[in-house]
């Protein structure tokens, strides 16, 4: 099925407008961290401490090198390992609180440069742009971990 309207053109343009308020959004954290790192600290974020093998397989790595990235945000100060309550072979990963505001402050950073963006249009438009994103949201679904990780999110 193609779309002949303009819409996907508008939606692909809109998408590149968005990416760059994302990479503006992480741009400063980039010089403490990699992408990849603050994609760990941004999945711990979301789902709370983890086993090591749980979030290397979130990431799509094998645990033995994904040791190794746990390795640097802990000396880092971004997270800290624990040894697993139920057992003692497992290490268990959650977030510092320096690694909670990392995630925090470029979230934050996010959320106002939209905000200022949509402060520039009318009211009439700030509803139209949000129930149009809702509506594509909808339809897109969620993006899996996997594709989120190719930027890094």
């Given at each position: 099925?193609?779309?002949e309207d303009g819409s996907a053109?508008?939606?692909?343009?809109?998408?590149?407008?968005?990416?760059?308020?994302?990479?503006?959004?992480?741009?400063?954290?980039?010089?403490?961290?990699?992408?990849?790192?603050?994609?760990?600290?941004?999945?711990?974020?979301?789902?709370?401490?983890?086993?090591?093998?749980a979030i290397a397989e979130r990431?799509?790595?094998?645990?033995?090198?994904?040791?190794?990235?746990?390795?640097?945000?802990?000396?880092?100060?971004?997270?800290?390992?624990?040894?697993?309550?139920?057992?003692?072979?497992?290490?268990?990963?959650?977030?510092?609180?320096?690694?909670?505001?990392?995630?925090?402050?470029?979230?934050?950073?996010?959320?106002?440069?939209?905000?200022?963006?949509?402060?520039?249009?009318?009211?009439?438009?700030?509803?139209?742009?949000?129930?149009?994103?809702?509506?594509?949201?909808?339809?897109?679904?969620?993006?899996?971990?996997?594709?989120?990780?190719?930027?890094?999110?």
């Amino acid at each position: 099925m193609t779309v002949e309207d303009g819409s996907a053109e508008a939606t692909l343009r809109a998408s590149r407008a968005l990416l760059g308020v994302v990479a503006r959004s992480v741009s400063e954290a980039l010089h403490e961290i990699t992408l990849p790192q603050f994609r760990v600290l941004v999945i711990l974020a979301g789902e709370g401490p983890l086993r090591s093998g749980a979030i290397a397989e979130r990431m799509g790595s094998h645990p033995s090198t994904f040791s190794r990235t746990v390795d640097r945000l802990v000396a880092g100060g971004w997270v800290a390992r624990t040894r697993s309550a139920t057992s003692g072979r497992e290490t268990i990963v959650g977030l510092t609180p320096a690694g909670a505001h990392l995630v925090a402050e470029v979230t934050e950073r996010r959320r106002r440069e939209i905000a200022d963006i949509l402060a520039r249009r009318e009211p009439g438009d700030r509803t139209r742009i949000a129930e149009a994103l809702r509506l594509f949201a909808d339809a897109a679904g969620e993006p899996s971990a996997r594709d989120l990780l190719t930027l890094g999110l």
